[in-house]
């Protein structure tokens, strides 16, 4: 599922990198998502230059990178999701590992990797492994990792809402409110393009604001998540008093 605004020159890549994957049981739906570019136009010539691949084009008025997801998500036919930004790539063995960890695995819902980070820089970024508690915190991964449709419906979708950016991040922490697992594939099979200008640069600059809007969004977890780690230096501070106590009495008390 690649949304597309304003993305048009980047576009054939991302598709391509999807037409060049060792699995091929795959359907692609681009968005364009109101782009003010001939990205239309390009999706409709991809589309005509594979005619023996499943490759769609919808459109709508500009409603933002969190809705274009939710539409496409809700066009495509798949079990399993993989968001993509038309700016990004996959490497060519990504839906091959992260569906067979799926099939493998059905305890796990989401499978992620790490990410290959091209453009202005080049360099490989590890992931961390799943962890809830670190999820809180910062956001463990991308938007690019495939997941099952169910997390979809049971999250709800993507939050319109988050318009400026952590769309992602809110996704994964509602998932994983609702118990869903994610496993890290420990390669980097998504490649991440980095420019000087970005929804990711832009939602940097209002971090502060996006996080308090996340916080708000969950905070049961977060209250539960602030007893936990103030809870952890209290105890260890009693445990200490405890050993010092008991070190400095004297003998025989």
């Not at 493998?104 to 490989?124: H, K, L, M, N, W």
């Not at 869903?180 to 991440?192: D, N, S, T, W």
Request: hydrophobic fraction near 45%.
């Amino acid at each position: 599922m690649i949304p597309c605004y304003d993305q048009a020159e980047y576009l054939a890549e991302a598709v391509e990198s999807v037409v060049g994957q060792t699995y091929v049981d795959w359907e692609i739906v681009i968005v364009d998502d109101g782009s003010p570019d001939d990205a239309a136009v390009v999706a409709d010539g991809l589309s005509a230059a594979h005619p023996d691949r499943r490759i769609r084009l919808i459109r709508q008025a500009n409603a933002g990178l969190a809705a274009a997801r939710n539409a496409g998500i809700a066009a495509s036919s798949g079990r399993y999701i993989l968001p993509l930004d038309a700016d990004d790539l996959l490497m060519k063995e990504m839906l091959e590992k992260t569906v067979r960890l799926l099939d493998a695995e059905p305890g796990v819902a989401i499978a992620y990797t790490d990410q290959r980070q091209f453009g202005a820089v080049s360099r490989i970024v590890k992931t961390a492994e799943w962890d809830t508690d670190l999820q809180r915190r910062r956001n463990l991964f991308a938007a690019t990792a495939l997941f099952r449709r169910e997390v979809w419906y049971a999250v709800g979708g993507y939050d319109p809402a988050m318009r400026d950016g952590y769309e992602d991040w809110d996704f994964w922490l509602a998932a994983a409110e609702r118990g869903f697992v994610g496993r890290r594939i420990p390669e980097a099979l998504f490649g991440y393009r980095i420019k000087a200008s970005s929804m990711h640069v832009t939602a940097r600059a209002g971090h502060r604001d996006l996080v308090e809007q996340i916080r708000a969004k969950h905070p049961e977890w977060y209250a539960s998540s602030w007893r936990r780690w103030w809870r952890w230096p209290i105890r260890a501070w009693r445990r200490l008093r405890h050993v010092i106590g008991t070190a400095l009495r004297p003998a025989g008390r």
